[in-house]
């Protein structure tokens, strides 16, 4: 069952003083640090849920293989109506959908391991008695979120669409922190030093130069999904015309095209992958997960005794 996630990023940062999703937390960013975490745990699609500065965020996250939507009423509205605008672009792309607020960035990947193990229709981590974040979401109480019209916070809108939410013991304090003071911000730190080490792989397909990445999966399954070159790159936060060089530059190497390109006509245009493309796609995907298995692997045999 594919696995999404997503992050409420579209408040203002009112009570820390800053911009909270781009704040540094060691060397990177609190927002980099929850998809790199997300990334650990295979989840994906991983859409985040912007407002306010929105494009000086998605510019922060757009070479992380992200999708943005952004909250045009962020200023009058709260997480729950970020967390719709967030549920209804991934509702149909997944299974089931992790959620969190973007203030809370410490939780681990093996807590993400453990709440996927189980089938509930809301999962919600626990340490010392104690609710926290990332919550898991069938999509079925996704799609009833979506529709919940009942005042409250989307704590009560899950209770109302699911009914009865299984509690996951964990020892990852990371799941409680949150970055509302500077005292809380202190403590992030201790706490992400002691939790970075992790191995880190990124696949690429080269000739004499590469032509294939993360980057072009990334176009190409949301061209898959949306049918429009132009959408995909507003979605990525890439220009068209970068879009295009990829698809082309990848066609080139590869000897055959990989979109069909429909223009105008009766029913409109658009872009479509063709059965080459989608093959290139999947084959990708997958060598890319064995790979991270196997790193994965080799990683706990030599590193496994001091993590």
């Known amino acids: 069952m594919k696995t999404g996630a997503v992050i409420a990023a579209a408040g203002i940062s009112s009570r820390m003083g800053d911009f909270k999703p781009m704040v540094q937390l060691g060397s990177i960013s609190i927002i980099h640090r929850q998809i790199h975490t997300l990334k650990q745990g295979d989840v994906d699609p991983i859409?985040?849920?912007?407002?306010?500065?929105?494009?000086?965020?998605?510019?922060?996250?757009?070479?992380?293989?992200?999708?943005?939507?952004?909250?045009?009423?962020?200023?009058?509205?709260?997480?729950?109506d970020s967390a719709k605008i967030g549920f209804s672009y991934?509702?149909?792309?997944?299974?089931?959908?992790?959620?969190?607020?973007?203030?809370?960035?410490?939780?681990?990947a093996?807590?993400?391991?453990?709440?996927?193990?189980?089938?509930?229709?809301?999962?919600?981590?626990?340490?010392?008695?104690?609710?926290?974040?990332?919550?898991?979401?069938?999509?079925?109480v996704l799609k009833k979120v979506i529709k919940y019209s009942g005042g409250g916070s989307l704590a009560d809108a899950v209770e109302s669409c699911c009914g009865h939410r299984t509690r996951?013991?964990?020892?990852?304090?990371?799941?409680?922190?949150?970055?509302?003071?500077?005292?809380?911000?202190?403590?992030?730190?201790?706490f992400h030093n002691e939790q970075m080490?992790?191995?880190?792989?990124?696949?690429?397909?080269?000739?004499?130069?590469?032509?294939?990445?993360?980057?072009?999966?990334?176009?190409?399954?949301?061209?898959?999904?949306?049918?429009?070159?132009?959408?995909?790159?507003?979605?990525?936060?890439?220009?068209?015309?970068k879009a295009w060089k990829m698809i082309n530059s990848a066609e080139k190497e590869l000897g055959f095209p990989i979109v069909d390109r429909k223009h105008g006509g009766r029913e409109g245009g658009g872009t479509m992958l063709t059965p080459s493309g989608e093959d290139v796609l999947s084959r990708f995907y997958a060598m890319e997960?064995?790979?991270?298995?196997?790193?994965?692997?080799?990683?706990?045999?030599?590193?496994?005794?001091i993590v």
């Open 47 to 80: 859409v985040i849920v912007t407002g306010y500065r929105a494009e000086e965020l998605e510019k922060h996250v757009a070479k992380l293989g992200v999708i943005c939507v952004k909250n045009e009423d962020y200023e009058s509205t709260q997480m729950l």
């Open 90 to 108: 991934i509702a149909d792309k997944c299974g089931r959908c992790f959620f969190m607020p973007v203030d809370v960035p410490l939780f681990t």
């Open 110 to 140: 093996n807590t993400l391991d453990l709440l996927m193990e189980q089938q509930g229709c809301a999962v919600v981590p626990v340490t010392d008695g104690e609710e926290g974040h990332p919550i898991l979401l069938s999509v079925d």
């Open 168 to 190: 996951v013991n964990v020892e990852d304090p990371g799941i409680l922190h949150d970055v509302d003071t500077e005292e809380d911000f202190s403590m992030l730190v201790a």
């Open 197 to 241: 080490f992790r191995p880190s792989i990124s696949l690429r397909l080269c000739r004499e130069e590469v032509f294939f990445g993360s980057g072009t999966a990334q176009l190409l399954t949301l061209l898959k999904n949306t049918g429009s070159v132009l959408t995909a790159c507003k979605e990525m936060n890439i220009s068209y015309s």
């Open 289 to 305: 997960k064995e790979a991270k298995d196997d790193v994965q692997r080799l990683f706990q045999k030599y590193f496994g005794d």
